[in-house]
């Protein structure tokens, strides 16, 4: 069992937003959606958890946090060109809709 997260509640909800829509696009999307919904839905788990665990957390902290783990992978060759700016223009309007 995890623990409870210790970020900001406003945080913590914006967090399960973001999650809940990559959801539906793993569950509803085209195949080109699904790869890339899926793709991020990976580096989305693994830092989002991490935030949540502090309780100076920030969405702008998951936005950079998110854009390193990203370009991590990039520059490690794991994806390349389109398949990379799918990716990027997914988690930006996932973000965005988020804050709004």
């Avoid at 069992?1 to 793993?26: G, Y």
């Avoid at 783990?69 to 520059?75: C, G």
Wanted: a negative charge.
């Amino acid at each position: 069992m995890l623990p409870p997260a210790s970020a900001p509640q406003q945080v913590v909800n914006q967090i399960a937003a973001i999650e809940a829509t990559l959801d539906d696009v793993v569950n509803h999307g085209s195949d080109d959606e699904l790869f890339t919904a899926s793709y991020l839905q990976g580096h989305f788990a693994v830092v989002s958890r991490q935030l949540e665990m502090q309780s100076s957390a920030t969405m702008q902290q998951l936005d950079s946090d998110m854009a390193a783990s990203l370009q991590a992978a990039f520059d490690n060759k794991e994806l390349e060109g389109e398949d990379a700016a799918q990716v990027k223009g997914l988690w930006s309007r996932l973000f965005d809709q988020a804050r709004s």
